[in-house]
């Protein structure tokens, strides 16, 4: 029961859940007369995005905006919704000249933007800083976001609860450490992240477990294609984990790593599409009751692989792998979360006054299956999308005082709770989700 010794009452014009990518863009296009609070679960900077590797995707010029909106179709098996797609695009190249502007350092070639090229996109166009875009670009933006007066920042404060009243909501009840803060504001933004938190192999951070779509699922808040998860099948096996998997990118099968079996043999083409590959892996892990397979690239010097993987290379060397002479062991994790709260076009739920924004949103921009670094992308363009639609209705309503209770549950509690109600909820629309994927803790 409550450990909760008081509760104070604020009042924001716009309540921000999540400190990434998502919710400070959103934070840095509200206008600046909008008193502003943005929470995080835990540190600042203990979120997805920080983590990112690749980059972000843009169309490089108008001329590639087609092609790009065909790639991002193809790769979502032709389930995404084709306005968000056309949107993404778009408003793609317009994104990254604002971070440019902002100051994300990302990498040039003779003095103009690098792009880079991954899997399934047709063309270069990936923008990036070295292998470690996340932490530059949530650098950025936080060192903007800091700046600006009308914009307050929490951390280790977490959504327990929405205000709401006849599907409109009017604020967030907040728990930080003993005290429960009812916030009061005119639009609140869930910036929440991805689910990764409540399996047991996840590249994710373990704190993000989905809590702003479980607060949707108890308001009867619209979610949409929560099943649709993707695998990412090589991140790295290491037993003294507590859940959270270093990523094995992609660009090391790119560079022709090797899959082996406990036997040292080959088992699928490296280079099949991401689902098919970890499928392959689960197999063998199945078959030799041994929890990884090997991937190989020890056949490249150590030179050329400290300078093209400098992150994995230090990764594990640190657990006692030096990958120019050993293989590393690598498992499948859960990466990546396309379903979430659906949103149209300018981040409305089908809640009035509320918004979703980033990994914890559906837009449909990614149907079955998400397109290399279009997330970050996502969380760029929707959530400034959000908070134009913001300023332009936060002056005409008013706030709303609803009696708040006192929440019944501490974090833990809460956590706990939102991880038994999602996975119920994932078994519940796929026979696929088995409990071992679980992390019941
Ligand atoms: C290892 C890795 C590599 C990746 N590489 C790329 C890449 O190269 N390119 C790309 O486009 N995408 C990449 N992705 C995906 C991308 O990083 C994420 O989809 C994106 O950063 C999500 O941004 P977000 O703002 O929605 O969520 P996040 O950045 O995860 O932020 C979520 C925020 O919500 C907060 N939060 C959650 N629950 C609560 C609560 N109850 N109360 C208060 N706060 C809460 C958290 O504290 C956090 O601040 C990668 C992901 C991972 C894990």
Redesign the pocket.
Same mark, same amino acid.
């Given at each position: 029961m409550s450990t909760l010794s008081s509760a104070m009452e604020l009042n924001y014009d716009v309540l921000i859940?999540?400190?990434?990518?998502?919710?400070l863009y959103c934070a840095l296009h509200l206008e600046d007369n909008l008193n502003v609070l943005i929470?995080?679960?835990?540190y600042f900077d203990?979120?997805?995005?920080y983590?990112?590797?690749?980059?972000?995707s843009t169309a490089k010029d108008p001329v590639d905006i087609l092609p790009y909106i065909k790639d991002t179709l193809k790769a979502g098996q032709y389930e995404n919704d084709t306005l968000a797609v056309r949107t993404l695009a778009e408003e793609s190249i317009d994104n990254i000249k604002t971070l440019v502007e902002l100051g994300v350092p990302f990498d040039k070639k003779n003095n103009t933007i690098s792009y880079t090229k991954e899997g399934a996109h047709s063309t270069n166009r990936i923008v990036h800083v070295k292998d470690q =875009? /996340?932490r530059y670009l949530w650098e950025t933006l936080m060192k903007q976001v800091q700046k600006k007066k009308n914009i307050t920042l929490m951390m280790n404060?977490?959504?327990a609860d929405l205000i709401t009243e006849d599907n409109f909501c009017y604020g967030g009840v907040l728990i930080s450490g003993e005290e429960q803060m009812n916030v009061y504001a005119k639009s609140v933004v869930l910036? =929440? /992240?991805?689910i990764g938190g409540i399996f047991k192999d996840s590249?994710?951070?373990r704190?993000?477990t989905g809590?702003?779509i479980c607060l949707a699922l108890k308001y009867n808040i619209t979610v949409k294609n929560l099943e649709y998860i993707q695998i990412h099948p090589t991140s790295l096996y290491d037993n003294n984990y507590y859940g959270r998997r270093f990523?094995i990118s992609e660009a090391v099968r790119g560079e022709g790593a090797k899959l082996l079996n406990q036997e040292g043999n080959r088992f699928v083409d490296e280079l099949l599409p991401r689902d098919v590959v970890a499928k392959a892996i689960r197999n063998e892990i199945n078959k030799s009751n041994i929890p990884y397979v090997f991937l190989d690239i020890s056949f490249l010097s150590k030179d050329y692989l400290v300078k093209r993987f400098p992150m994995i290379y230090e990764k594990c060397a640190q657990i006692g792998i030096d990958i120019s002479k050993d293989p590393m062991l690598v498992i499948p994790s859960q990466?990546?979360h396309m379903g979430g709260i659906q949103v149209d076009i300018d981040s409305k739920s089908s809640m009035s006054r509320l918004f979703a924004v980033?990994?914890?949103s559906c837009t449909g921009v990614h149907g079955k299956n998400r397109l290399a670094?279009?997330?970050?992308?996502e969380?760029l363009v929707f959530s400034k999308r959000a908070a134009q639609s913001i300023n332009e209705t936060n002056k005409t309503i008013g706030f709303k005082k609803i009696p708040i209770n006192f929440v019944a549950k501490n974090l833990i509690e809460i956590t706990k709770s939102n991880k038994q109600i999602l996975k119920k909820e994932l078994q519940r629309r796929s026979p696929d989700f088995n409990d071992e994927l679980f992390d019941d803790r």
């Open positions: 859940v999540g400190s990434g990518v998502a919710g929470v995080s679960k835990g203990e979120n997805n995005t983590l990112a590797q690749g980059g972000i =875009t /996340g404060t977490s959504l910036a =929440t /992240g991805g590249t994710n951070h704190i993000l809590d702003g990523l990466h990546y980033g990994e914890a670094s279009n997330s970050l992308l969380g």
